[in-house]
Each structure stands twice: as structure tokens, then as C-alpha cells.
């Protein structure tokens, strides 16, 4: 595992995104794993800025997100679809058949999580995955006491995540409880990991999973059994490390 720890958040962003642009003009066909949540948001902005300004090419880039809450049509503000396309997809020169979101909505949900696994391998696999990680250790939405071998499918969201998700919501009921999740094993198959993280409130989690043991209490730390993973901490992230 490589540790990068930056001054700040917008460091951390530039950081992340400069990797990830690396990969796009490298790659024939580039494979991106993508995630949500507030800490990308800086890395996908850099993004944009690369496009239109220095001309990063995404017309040949597939992406796969993570996770998308059950029960939210593609439309919905709230949902993960609407955050990529209004914060990344809109922005750039991404083909749509190119962008592969878990379904909140699918009819079959079991039935779209295999072929979801499916497309991921019809196109050889995820080259490179961003991650964010939750206060309790989540990656997608991979609670603690999940498998590392879990492929897509759907989970029951920790209540710590609940009330973490609360604030993007206007009313309790609205708050979603289950997610379509890519698992811990479909996350582990991608040939590079990017983790970040920034912020006093990731700090003890991020010294849990990088120096305490791999334990599926923790998912993120099974990031310990990726040979090729780049943690990305911004000060704050970092101050509970023994070691730097
Ligand atoms: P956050 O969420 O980026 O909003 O902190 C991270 C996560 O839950 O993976």
C-alpha cells in the first residue's frame, strides 16, 4: 500500500485526479471504477478542469460506479445516476453506453447485479477504482461484517451510514436503507485501488484500516490485500497514524 499525505483537500483532489488522468491517456480502452459521496467531488471537478482546459480525452473511457440506493429511479436527485452526470459525465466527452451505474430501480435486481459483474468482465475488467471510505470503514457500501468475497448485490446500509447520508436529505422517510453495492471481491479484481480521504472525522478509521489488521469488521482494510493501492490522506485524515 502507498501512502500519499497531502496538506489539504484540494491537494488531495489534484492528486487523485492526476492519477486517474494518467491512466486515461495510457490506456487503449480505459476502465475507471467510480465512486459518490462528498470527498470525490474535488477529484471529479479537477477532472473537468483537465478536459476543458487541457483536453483529457474520456470518449474512449468506460466507467462503473459503485453502489446506487434502492428504490431511486436514475432521475432522482438524490440519486448516485444524478450526482455523476450533474458533478463528471455532462461535463466531459463520455459516451452514455459507456457509463455503467448500478440500477436503484431494476425490476430484478439479482438478476441486473450478475450482469453488472458480467459487463464489468465483457470489457476486461476495472483498471482503475476510486474509492472513498465511510466513518465505519464501508467501501461502496460494503458494511463492516461483509464478505471479501461478495460480489454486486444488495445491502442493508449500517445505521451510522443512515444518519451519515441524513444531511442529503430533506425528510427522515426519504432516507434510504438498502443500496446496490459492487462487493468486496468485485472491488479486489480492479488491478489498481485509489482510497481517499480527508477530514479529523476519517482520521481514526483511516489509522484503523491501514495499520491494524485485516478484519471484515473493517472493509477498507482488506485494501491491505490489494498489491496495488494508493491511499490518498489529506492532514487531518492522517493525524491518527503511528507511522507516516
Ligand atoms: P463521503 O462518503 O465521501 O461523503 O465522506 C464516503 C463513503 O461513504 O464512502
Known amino acids: ?81 444524478f450526482y455523476m452526470w450533474e ?3 455532462f461535463e466531459v466527452n463520455i459516451k452514455r453506453q459507456n457509463v455503467y451505474i448500478p440500477k436503484g430501480d431494476a425490476p430484478n435486481s439479482e438478476e441486473f447485479c450478475k450482469w ?10 476495472i483498471n482503475l477504482q476510486l474509492l472513498g471510505i465511510g466513518r465505519d470503514g464501508h467501501i461502496g457500501f460494503n458494511e463492516p461484517g461483509s464478505s471479501f468475497s461478495d460480489r454486486t ?19 427522515i422517510e426519504d432516507i434510504p436503507h438498502y443500496a446496490m453495492t459492487m462487493g468486496i471481491g468485485t472491488i479486489l479484481e480492479a488491478k489498481k485501488i485509489i482510497l481517499i480521504a480527508n477530514g479529523e472525522h476519517k482520521a481514526r478509521i483511516c489509522a484503523e484500516f491501514i495499520e491494524r489488521p ?17 491511499v490518498i490522506l489529506d492532514n487531518a485524515a492522517a493525524s491518527r497514524l503511528r507511522k507516516k
Open 1 to 81: 500500500m502507498e501512502l500519499i499525505v497531502v496538506s489539504d483537500y484540494d491537494e488531495l483532489s489534484k492528486t487523485a485526479a492526476s492519477l486517474m488522468a494518467k491512466e486515461i491517456k495510457e490506456k487503449e480502452r480505459p476502465v475507471l471504477g467510480l465512486a459518490t459521496g462528498s470527498t470525490p467531488l474535488g477529484t471529479y471537478k479537477e477532472l473537468v478542469r483537465l478536459h476543458q482546459e487541457e483536453g483529457l480525452d474520456f470518449s474512449k473511457v468506460v466507467t462503473f460506479n459503485l453502489d446506487e440506493y434502492i428504490g431511486f429511479s436514475p432521475l432522482d436527485r438524490n440519486s448516485y445516476n
Open 87 to 89: 458533478n463528471l459525465f
Open 116 to 125: 453488472y459483474e458480467e459487463e464489468i468482465k465483457r470489457v476486461g475488467g
Open 153 to 171: 448485490h444488495v445491502k442493508k446500509l449500517a445505521d451510522v451510514t443512515i444518519r451519515d447520508n441524513a444531511r442529503f436529505f430533506e425528510k
Open 214 to 230: 485485516v478484519t471484515k469488521q473493517v472493509p477498507a482494510s482488506s485494501m491491505q490485500l490489494h498489491s496495488d493501492v494508493t
